[in-house]
């Protein structure tokens, strides 16, 4: 398991599909508490707070949060000052790495870029 996210209307699932490399896991309202024991990348879409919640249940899990190695956030820039939001109050809460974004499901250069961040996230962490 390298991706952990979740995807309201389908933006980020896309991505995820897209990268193609990694396992990953989708978590929805029903169930969010599943541990994960191994270092994964967290991907999270932003909207309203009664919306992202299943996050933060996440991420109070087991110990999810200590093996989470990054956050990236997808987004749209119309919501300028709130791009991202969630993305970065998750990094803040839990004190883990923003470790990019993107806009929708992503490009493709933005999907080689990532793809290399969650190599070296997953990998760097399994070391230590
Ligand atoms: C109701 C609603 C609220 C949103 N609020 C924000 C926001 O505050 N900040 C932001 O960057 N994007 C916001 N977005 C954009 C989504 O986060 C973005 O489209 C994302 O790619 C959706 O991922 P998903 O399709 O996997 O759910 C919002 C979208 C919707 C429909």
């Known amino acids: 398991m390298k991706i952990v996210f979740f995807s309201v209307t389908g933006n980020v699932r896309r991505f995820v599909k897209d990268l193609a490399d990694f396992s990953s896991l989708e978590i929805t309202q029903t169930n969010p508490f599943i541990e ?10 932003a909207y ?9 249940d996440f991420m109070e899990t087991g110990n999810n949060a200590q093996y989470c190695c990054g956050i990236i956030g997808s987004g749209n820039l119309n919501f300028s000052d709130l791009y991202i939001y969630t993305a970065k109050d998750l990094a ?6 923003l470790l990019d974004d993107f806009e929708a499901f992503g490009t493709a250069k933005e999907r080689e ?3 290399e961040k969650i190599y070296a996230c997953t990998e760097s962490n399994q070391e230590s």
């Open 36 to 45: 994960v024991n191994q270092p994964f990348v967290f991907i999270a879409p």
């Open 48 to 56: 309203e707070k009664e919306v992202t919640e299943i996050a933060w």
């Open 92 to 97: 803040r809460d839990f004190d883990i790495p």
């Open 113 to 115: 870029r990532i793809k």
